[in-house]
C-alpha cells in the first residue's frame, strides 16, 4: 500500500498561482500512476490531471494550459503547478494513486489510493 499526504493549498487572488504537493511513502517501490482531483462544495470530485509512471501526462479541459502535473521519483512527492488561477478552481484538492505503470485516467474510480486533501481557495 501507499499513504498520501498533501500541502501548499491556500488562499490566493485570482491570477495568482500555487503549488500543491502530495508526499508518498509505503510500497512506492512499485510502479505508479498518480492523479490531482478537486471536489467543490455540492459538486462530484472531478479528475484536474494524471502522470504515468513514465511520465506522460493528461489534464482535463478546464485547465489545460494553466495547470501542470509533475513528479520527482526521487523525493517520492507530486506536485501540481497552478497558474492563472480562477474563482471557479476553488476546492479541496486530492492526490491518488493507482498501482498501474500506465495509466492516465482522469476517473476518481480508478484510484485506490487517496490523501485527505489541501484546500485552495481563489477570490475574485
Known amino acids: 500500500q501507499v499513504q498520501l499526504m498533501e500541502s501548499g493549498g491556500g488562499s490566493v487572488q485570482a491570477g495568482g498561482s500555487l503549488r500543491l504537493s502530495c508526499a508518498a511513502s509505503g510500497a512506492t517501490y512499485s510502479p505508479y500512476s498518480m492523479g490531482w482531483f478537486r471536489q467543490a462544495p455540492g459538486k462530484e470530485r472531478e479528475g484536474v490531471a494524471a502522470?504515468?509512471?513514465?511520465?506522460?501526462?493528461n489534464y482535463a479541459d478546464s485547465v489545460k494550459g494553466r495547470f501542470t502535473i509533475s513528479k520527482d521519483n526521487a523525493k517520492d512527492t507530486l506536485y501540481l503547478q497552478m497558474n492563472s488561477l480562477k474563482p471557479e478552481d476553488t476546492a479541496m484538492y486530492y492526490c491518488a494513486a493507482v498501482r498501474l505503470r500506465w495509466s492516465l485516467s482522469l476517473e476518481a474510480r480508478t484510484y485506490p489510493y487517496w490523501g485527505l486533501g489541501t484546500q485552495v481557495t481563489v477570490s475574485s
Open positions: 502522470i504515468d509512471s513514465d511520465g506522460p501526462t
